[in-house]
């Protein structure tokens, strides 16, 4: 008995599976012939219109999220490198820095390093004018005073291309400085007491600079500006000058910035730096460890608001495709009624139906893909937008692409199935009749 029972569920089996395979082939031949009959208008319409939405899926989120990134970028390439090394909390500059620097020099994997000294200062513009009244502030502006090696800092970080207005530094330039964008009030849209910026200074003038004590009288040699607030609000000398006003004679700096070579793992050389006992003297940090918390929770931030648009833009073209099929459905009762008559399954009719939607997302898809990896996301990289606060760039990787065109094809299948569940399941009379 038992025998038996189980010969008649595989045969059961066997047939649901014929079954299947003979409704998914009809419906394939009822979806195309209902396609190439249609409207090529029609057709090219809802094609445009998943287009846009797949675009929208991706493209959306994608430049929110490259907003954010691109100011990660920028501060990476720019101020933090692939491994930045500062000192301890405590500590008022990385003491054995010169072991950091030779251990660092000596690990496979890094491409080049360069070293910064830092300390709070105040830089002073228009102090050779006379106070109208004893009580008037000073035109002058806390900032920190940078220390660099122009060659190698221009090699790690490539500082030269940021200057926008006069020249970079050259190794023997004396008594010359290049100034920070945000520093000037020329270069800032607003006008904050909480945000002092000077005014009136241009390439060639003189300011005063006043750090540990001493104050020094420098000519303004070039602007930089980066979109990085850690670079624009700082005054870069050369290192041999600062090294003197500020008294470091033992030559220990206050940050080391290492750019690794390609394909190298970070945390790989942030390890062997540890093993060396960098750790002991200073706090060591990949890029991503040392970036601001505030940037990361704003990316998390930017990624769900894209993610909330681009779902409204699923549910428009879901309605659509809905639309469309349901309207094709119901002006073809009397075609589907004959053939639910003929004998032809109500699964097949229905699976028509599903394919004629997933065969408009599957072009729709394609031609979006088409137009984010050839077209847009290139030309992005190439030529960032310019946001106030960052150059965005577009974010779109293979895995979240993948999931997105899941995301599409399943409210496709949906929005394709429930009006064609709808009129299939009429009376097959009524529907031949046209009741």
Request: charged residues 20%; proline residues 3%.
């Amino acid at each position: 008995m038992s025998n038996t029972e189980s010969l008649i569920k595989e045969n059961e089996k066997t047939n649901k599976k014929g079954s299947f395979k003979t409704n998914l082939r009809v419906g394939a031949f009822l979806a195309t012939r209902q396609i190439k009959r249609s409207n090529i208008w029609t057709n090219i319409l809802i094609i445009f219109i998943m287009t846009l939405t797949f675009l929208n899926l991706v493209i959306v989120s994608g430049i929110l999220v490259g907003l954010i990134e691109g100011a990660i970028r920028a501060v990476k390439n720019h101020y933090l490198g692939d491994i930045f090394i500062s000192d301890l909390e405590h500590k008022s500059y990385i003491e054995q820095s010169r072991m950091i620097i030779n251990t660092a020099q000596n690990i496979p994997g890094v491409e080049s390093l360069t070293a910064r000294y830092t300390e709070s200062g105040k830089i002073q513009g228009n102090y050779k004018i006379p106070k109208r009244r004893p009580t008037d502030s000073d035109d002058s502006v806390g900032t920190q005073i940078v220390g660099i090696d122009p060659v190698s800092e221009n090699k790690v970080t490539g500082l030269k291309k940021l200057v926008i207005e006069g020249q970079y530094l050259e190794p023997n330039d004396y008594d010359q400085i290049l100034l920070g964008a945000m520093l000037l009030s020329k270069y800032l849209s607003f006008d904050s007491p909480a945000f002092p910026a000077l005014k009136n200074i241009e390439v060639g003038d003189r300011v005063r600079i006043e750090v540990n004590g001493n104050v020094r009288e420098v000519k303004v040699k070039g602007i930089i500006k980066s979109k990085v607030d850690e670079i624009d609000r700082r005054v870069f000398f050369v290192d041999n000058q600062l090294r003197g006003l500020i008294g470091r004679t033992d030559y220990n700096v206050d940050e080391i910035v290492l750019r690794l070579k390609s394909g190298v793992d970070p945390i790989m050389i942030k390890q062997a730096l540890l093993a060396n006992n960098a750790g002991n003297f200073a706090r060591v940090q990949t890029q991503e460890d040392a970036e601001p918390k505030f940037i990361k929770d704003m990316k998390k931030t930017f990624a769900i608001l894209g993610n909330i648009m681009s779902s409204i833009g699923l549910a428009v073209a879901a309605i659509t495709i809905f639309i469309v099929i349901f309207i094709n459905a119901i002006t073809r009762r009397k075609f589907i009624g004959i053939l639910k008559g003929i004998g032809i399954e109500p699964r097949a009719i229905e699976l028509a139906y599903i394919l004629q939607s997933v065969f408009y997302a599957v072009l729709g898809t394609i031609v979006g893909c088409i137009l984010v990896f050839g077209v847009i996301k290139p030309y992005l990289d190439a030529y960032p937008i310019n946001f106030p606060f960052s150059d965005g760039i577009l974010v779109a990787t293979l895995n979240g692409t993948l999931i997105r065109i899941a995301i599409l094809f399943a409210a496709t299948f949906i929005a394709g199935y429930i009006p064609a569940r709808i009129v299939v399941k009429q009376n097959t009379l009524d529907a031949i009749l046209g009741r």
